[in-house]
């Protein structure tokens, strides 16, 4: 590590009550050294969501998907055996599967037809006699951990020191009782953000705070005097009582008595209400830009009725996120300015936020 690099870990204090916190030094946003460190010590060695699990539920399917640039790839064996490998083809580092989803015997590259069986095992390489001191068992997919839960699936790209459920605990148990088994992926919507990954999840951690100011249209639905916010080993979560609403807007995404923002270490949003879930993820671009992942999930994806209530709230979604985005980016232009160093906490809204900057800070250091 670089003495530059080690001076700015080394110039958070992550140790302070939240009334005398500060944010993260505005470098962390924006410093490639930091980007690469954070790849490694936070990507690279942590439960990361993955994709659905719907997508790998049979027999012979996969997915694919960029974690700070790491390219991934999970599969369904034949015998029902899920599987996650680096999907980067061993003969000259082509992804072995492009597509984002999808069924197929076997894991054919596209770029000399190399071949893999679903278990990762190099089973078939085209004119390759001839080639000494090569053996295929010596040029499998390199594994990594994978697991699922209800409809998430996780990969850990490191070696993980706790199985899925400890690292998630306790947002399956604080969850059970929502249904979210009953519902069904209903569409998926992406934005790149001109921003750091860090600061589409600042502005989900603040606690509400920016609701009334950028999402007016929303603000009405939820009972700010009751908002609160939960802090547990990897995760937060945001509990809002909702008040009945007469904006028809508001009642296409809002259902039910509670909304529940749940943030999982480091980069997945999950935000449940009556029958309705949608998940946000971010995934970094580099250290200005990040792609950011919409699932939206309801109980009825069938009837006309539903599909025209589906249809509505993941436009209301899309508006909610149009504002969002405009912050995000300016946030990310405000971080480069050299009048800006680090922030501060409101303790009545912030506690997730600087929660966040703390395991972060952690997590890089550790
Ligand atoms: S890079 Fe995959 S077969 Fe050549
Ligand atoms: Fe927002």
Sequence with gaps: MSPRLTELLNAYDDTLPLSKARTIPSAWYFDPELYDLECSKVFGNTWIYAGR??????RGSYLTIEVAGQPILVSRDDHGVLHAFHNACRHKAAQVMNEPCGRADKLRCRYHGWTYNLQGQLIGTPEFAGVE???KEDYFLPAMAVDT????VFVHLGNPKQSLAEFLAPFPEMTASLGVEQLHFAGR????????WKVFVDNYQDGGYHVNTVHPGLSGALDYAKYRTELFANSTVQISPL???????????RTGTHAYYWWIFPNLMVNLYQGVMDINVTLPLGTDRCRVLFDFYFLDVSSPAAKKFNEESIAVAHQVQLEDISVCDEVQRGLRSRSYDTGRFSVKREAGAYYYH???ARALRG
Excluded: M, W
């Design 149 to 152: 839960h209800g409809p998430f």
């Design 133 to 135: 001191d090569f053996r």
């Design 243 to 253: 008040k009945p609403s007469d904006d028809p807007t508001v009642a296409k995404v």
């Design 189 to 196: 919507r992406e934005y790149v953000l001109e921003c750091n």
């Design 358 to 360: 703390q395991l972060l």
């Design 53 to 58: 699990s719907e997508q790998v539920r049979e």
